[in-house]
């Protein structure tokens, strides 16, 4: 009798121990899934707020990839033009190395790290990383003299004093391409596309003489 007793006795000790033991794994399950996620959204926290942030400075570029349409566009109002090229806000750098393909020797500028680094890999894999370039810098701090093409992917905020900016900067022979978005006051040599595939092409000579003429 005493030793059904204590076996009763010791099943019933051993039975709350096996339901901390599973209570335990639950918690540390609980704990490892919780890490998890947490390491995960911090890490996509890391790797998007240099893409975002540009966004919500005054007067900066936010990225939002060219469509195939408009790299089409831009580079028909191009066409028949050589020189030096430069898109204004490269973002991963597809109009630079699509410029490069066809003969241009072009540069990106982009305030975006992460956004440069890439677009220099992609150059390097299409292989023109000889004709096309990427510099991180603010654009409201680069001249834009030197070069004879312009494109710039634009937001309506930006374009007044961009438009100011180019004015006083480039010769003679230059061109601007604006996509999106057109200059408040200059007066478009030609026009292609529709909707957001819409570009712009401005001819330098044409804006500097209506800045003469209004002086």
Known sequence: ?????????????????????????????????????????????????????????????????????????????LKGRNGSLVDIGSGDG???????KVGFKAVGYELNPWL?????????????HQDARFYISDLWKVSFAQYTNVVIFGVPQMMLPLEKKLGEELQLDARVVACRFPFPHWSP?????????????????SFKMKKENDS
Request: hydrophobic fraction near 40%; glycine fraction near 8%; proline fraction near 4%.
């Open 116 to 128: 440069v680094w890439y677009s220099r890999y992609r150059a390097w894999r299409e292989g023109v």
């Open 189 to 205: 040599t030609q026009s292609f596309g529709e909707g957001i595939d819409t570009v712009w092409a401005y001819d330098s000579e």
């Open 1 to 77: 009798m005493s030793e059904i007793l204590q076996e009763d006795s010791t099943a019933q000790d051993s039975l709350p121990l096996k339901i901390t033991d599973e209570g335990s794994k639950q918690r540390n399950w609980g704990i490892l899934i919780t890490g998890v996620i947490g390491g995960t959204l911090v890490t996509l926290y890391a790797i998007t707020t240099p893409f975002i942030t540009p966004a919500l400075r005054k007067h900066c570029l936010p990225f939002v990839p060219a469509t195939s349409k408009q790299i089409e566009n831009v580079l028909s109002m």
């Open 94 to 100: 597809r109009i630079v190395i699509a410029a490069a």
